[in-house]
Each structure stands twice: as structure tokens, then as C-alpha cells.
């Protein structure tokens, strides 16, 4: 199961890689003085069909006009909110001890009780 999670985080981390460097290319460009549809058909040439599509290239490209390039950041900022997941140890040894004790279990029962 740990591996499956590592795995999964593996993936979440590429893809979040990914639109950053995406996000990178539409900052530079859009300081440059590019529009969003000639930032869109460059990457689109680059990055084939993995390109965001050109209404979140533009909707980025709003974001970027007019910053400082110095000042702005392709990270996302902290929300507020619950966060998507919990993978503290704590929360790791109850399930895993539920497991154990009872193969089983539903997932639904996993949620309920961890």
C-alpha cells in the first residue's frame, strides 16, 4: 500500500513540475509583451498535446500582465480550507492497524474511522 502512495505522489509531483514549467514559458512571454494566442501556439509547438489549453494560457497571461516579473511567483499560493489529504504517521498506523485486524474492511469504513 506505501508503495502505491509513493507511486501516486511520484506522479502528482511530475505533473505539478510540469505546469510549472508551463506556467514559466507563459510568465516570460507575457513580460515579453506576447498575447496569450501566440504564447499558446508556441507552446503548443513545444508541447504538443500536453499544452494547456489556450483559455488557461490566456487566464494565466491576465495573471502575469502588468506584475513585476520580479515579484511574481508560478507557485500556488496556500489556500484556506481543508486540505486534500492527511498523510501524517499517526493517521497511517490507525489504518494500517484496522487493516490488520480486519482485511476485509471497506474503504468507506477506512474514511469513517481514520
Known amino acids: 500500500m506505501?508503495?502505491?502512495?509513493?507511486?501516486?505522489?511520484?506522479?502528482?509531483?511530475?505533473?505539478?513540475?510540469?505546469?510549472?514549467?508551463?506556467?514559466?514559458?507563459?510568465?516570460?512571454?507575457?513580460?515579453?509583451?506576447?498575447?496569450?494566442?501566440?504564447?499558446?501556439?508556441?507552446?503548443?509547438?513545444?508541447?504538443?498535446?500536453?499544452?494547456?489549453?489556450?483559455?488557461?494560457?490566456?487566464?494565466?497571461?491576465?495573471?502575469?500582465?502588468?506584475?513585476?516579473?520580479k515579484e511574481t511567483t508560478v507557485r500556488d499560493r496556500k489556500r484556506p480550507g481543508r486540505p486534500v489529504s492527511a498523510t501524517d504517521t499517526m493517521h497511517q498506523k490507525k489504518v494500517d492497524e484496522m487493516i490488520v485486524a480486519n482485511r476485509r474492511v471497506k474503504t468507506k469504513r477506512h474514511c469513517k474511522c481514520a
Open 2 to 69: 506505501c508503495a502505491a502512495i509513493s507511486v501516486g505522489e511520484k506522479k502528482a509531483s511530475a505533473k505539478n513540475d510540469y505546469l510549472m514549467k508551463q506556467r514559466s514559458v507563459i510568465e516570460f512571454l507575457t513580460a515579453e509583451g506576447c498575447s496569450a494566442v501566440v504564447i499558446h501556439k508556441r507552446m503548443k509547438a513545444v508541447y504538443g498535446d500536453a499544452c494547456l489549453t489556450e483559455g488557461t494560457v490566456r487566464k494565466w497571461a491576465i495573471f502575469y500582465r502588468g506584475e513585476d516579473p
